[in-house]
């Protein structure tokens, strides 16, 4: 009986759980199985498709230690777009080139097959350890390392509102949709841009007044052809003003702003939510910055000081007994989340015989998936109905949500009854 009620709330769970994901996304986003967002601009002219990919974690690391090298390719790039040549000494020019053959040793397999070549840019500010790939077919632009190119290639050339892309790709991962916070370790790969703009009128193409053969129905003046197909933006076309002159850009940005904004503006933002989306369809997980704590103790207070240490989801690393005396030195790792009142507790449990260092270390990801639910009859036999019991990353979520005034999913009043009185009534 307790088995067939479990399998029934199962059911039920599994079944709003699915509702809830389908029901999560606007109409404008579509995600499939594998995970590839597709995401619409709000004027229709746009579409962008996004996946989210875990980078190794020897890549992240790479990234994050050579941040200054990446700042220095991305200056080049940059003066290198504005007709300018910055020039970088042969050191650097060997440092960027071991850091491209050690991202291609660690970037092996099917899915990361030349994808090193393709990097369109790194984020966020352009520097961090968290990169953007180009997987559009047809489309070459150059590449984040042409400093190491000694020709480059008239084939590749940048495309139109290519800033646009990169941009709302730096604040996608400059904020990301767990606690607002940078990402770490994420590869967004473009699947798909499509752009449909209408063509740009001509001189020629300008209708007076005067000339009724070209009027429509309401006496209007139209550019071109006056079919509804066209009306309603069926038969659109790219435009062909030309993105090299500042002219022309002024041009094209002044006459694609709409109802909704500029133009550019829209494809940041939808490029911004497509990698929110992409990276809330795999399974998230919080990085949590961890503090190397050394610890000096006697051996009266040792339980005392292993109690504090478990309490705070610390992790015992060493114990080693220092010669010549009856100290202990403990090394340990702590989450900086936890360390706050670490070193008052301890000297309260131990009555000052231990003394605490804490000395920032590395950052690690959290086992536990801050979202998880209940689905299956043992999971509910072992957590209950609610799972109520403590999950460390939605604690941390919570926390850092709570802090920047951001809405936290939690039930204020459980178990609420309604007030009655016990006494019978006379």
């Keep these: 009986m307790v088995n067939e009620e479990l399998g029934k709330q199962q059911k039920v769970a599994v079944i ?42 020897e890549v992240t690391q790479l990234l994050e230690a050579n941040s200054d090298l990446i700042r220095t390719m991305e200056l080049f790039n940059l003066s290198m777009k504005e007709g300018k040549t910055l020039e970088i000494n042969q050191k650097t020019l060997e440092s960027i080139q071991d850091l491209k053959r050690k991202l291609e040793s660690y970037m092996q397999g099917r899915k990361w097959r030349s994808a090193v070549n393709r990097i369109w840019s790194f984020g966020p500010r352009r520097y961090g350890p968290n990169i953007l790939v180009n997987n559009l077919e047809g489309c070459r632009r150059p590449s984040v390392w042409q400093c190491l190119e000694k020709e480059r290639s008239r084939a590749e050339t940048y495309r139109e509102f290519d800033n646009s892309i990169v941009s709302g790709f730096q604040l996608a991962t400059l904020s990301g949709p767990m606690c607002e916070e940078p990402l770490m370790g994420v590869c967004f790969s473009l699947e798909k841009w499509d752009m449909k703009l209408p063509r740009q009128p001509s001189e020629g193409d300008r209708v007076s007044p005067d000339d009724p053969a070209r009027l429509d129905r309401s006496g209007d003046g139209v550019y071109g052809q006056t079919s509804d197909q066209e009306a309603q933006g069926g038969s659109e076309s790219e435009s062909v003003v030309p993105t090299g002159s500042s002219e022309g850009k002024r041009r094209n940005n002044s006459s694609l702003v709409d109802c909704y904004g500029p133009f550019s503006g829209q494809l940041i933002a939808a ?4 990698c929110r989306y992409a990276f809330q369809a795999k399974p998230q997980r919080l990085m949590a910055a961890m503090y190397t704590c050394e610890i000096m103790a006697t051996a009266e207070v040792l339980g005392r000081v292993y109690g504090v240490l478990s309490k ?67 999971e509910y036999l072992h957590f209950g109905e609610k799972a109520d019991s403590i999950n460390q990353a939605l604690k941390y979520m919570n926390g850092v949500r709570r802090r920047k005034g951001l809405y936290v999913e939690e039930k204020i009043v459980e178990h609420a009854e309604k007030q009655r009185t016990l006494s019978k009534n006379k």
């Design 16 to 57: 709003r759980q699915v509702k809830e994901e389908q029901s999560k996304y606007p109409e404008t986003v579509q995600v499939d199985s594998t995970g590839l967002v597709t995401l619409t601009t709000a004027n229709r002219m746009a579409t962008i498709g996004v996946t989210a990919i875990p980078l190794p974690e």
């Design 312 to 378: 705070r989801e610390g992790r015992v690393l060493q114990e080693e007994m220092k010669e010549g005396t009856e100290v202990f030195i403990i090394k340990a790792v702590l989450p900086v989340a936890e360390s706050f009142g670490f070193a008052d507790e301890i000297r309260k449990r131990t009555s000052g015989l231990a003394s605490p260092q804490l000395i920032f270390s590395h950052w690690e990801v959290i086992s536990s998936d801050p979202f998880w639910v209940p689905t299956t009859e043992e």
């Design 271 to 274: 490029m911004k939510e497509a």
